[in-house]
């Protein structure tokens, strides 16, 4: 069984950057492609950035620029990196990981706000 755990989330003003950490166990993180999430308050969860296993990324167009997503293998670790944040970041950010099995972590919050 994996563990999935978000974190890095909190309240951050507009223009600012947080970056977020997607932590796995029990399985072997290489094996697995890395997707991150989001789910704003009365909306569909949406995607927002992918990295393979062989570390090549792909972005929704609305994070192209602003977003990064990177991975440490040795550390089974994923992470996010956002950057100008705006007001319409906010949301719940999820962490997937897309393998033999698919795993879902609990989410970490985000809330850009003045």
């Known amino acids: 069984q994996v563990q999935v755990v978000e974190s890095g989330g909190g309240l951050v003003q507009p223009g600012g950057s947080l970056r977020l950490s997607c932590a796995a166990s029990?399985?072997?993180?290489?094996?697995?492609?890395v997707d991150w999430y989001r789910q704003a308050p009365g909306k569909q969860r949406e995607w927002v950035a992918a990295?393979?296993?062989?570390?090549?990324?792909n972005y929704a167009d609305s994070m192209k620029g602003r977003f990064t997503i990177s991975r440490d293998n040795a550390k089974n670790t994923a992470y996010l990196q956002m950057n100008s944040l705006k007001p319409e970041d906010t949301a719940v950010y999820y962490c997937?990981?897309?393998?033999?099995?698919?795993?879902w972590g609990q989410g970490t919050q985000v809330t850009v706000s003045s």
């Open positions: 990295i393979s296993r062989g570390g090549i990324t």
């Open positions: 997937r990981l897309e393998g033999p099995s698919v795993y």
């Open positions: 029990g399985s072997i993180f290489s094996r697995y492609v």
